[in-house]
């Protein structure tokens, strides 16, 4: 049997210490959690990604009483980019998310197994690592890529 483990570098930066574009990007993923419809869970996400063509798109969570007729910010941020803009590769992205009360989250959030797998699609035909910034109310992850929100990941397609 052979042991090993599977460490990720994680930066974090308060808002004061974002480079220009991350800036925006955090903002307007924060923004985005105000188009959230989100009335079950009442946890209002939003995504932010950079394009190498100059655009931002935006997402938001939007839930349907049949559950999994909703999709995650995440998800409907990367999809539209697709839809969008085919051709234009990823350059960061940022998700940001709010409670019940309206506030942002103390910790950071991540994307779920299903966004993680959608946005290393993305990853992969950009054919660069895509940084990863995860907003919480006072302070910025950075991970260095999709593929570190899942590692070992299926890739093979």
Known sequence: M?????????KEYTYTELDNLSAILVE??????YRSYSPYSHFR????????NGQIITGANQENAAFTAGTCAERSACFAAGAQYPDAKFVRIAVAARDGEGEFLADPVAPCGHCRQALLEF????GHDIPVLLVAKDRVYEMPSVKSLLPLAFTEF
Not at 28 to 33: D, G, H, I, L, V
Not at 45 to 52: C, E, N, S, T, Y
Request: charged share 30%; glycine share 4%; hydrophobic share 50%.
């Open 2 to 10: 052979k042991e090993f483990n599977i460490t990720v570098p994680v």
């Open 28 to 33: 307007e993923a924060r923004k985005a959690t």
């Open 45 to 52: 996400v939003g995504a932010a990604i950079a394009l190498d």
């Open 123 to 126: 990853e992969t035909r950009a």
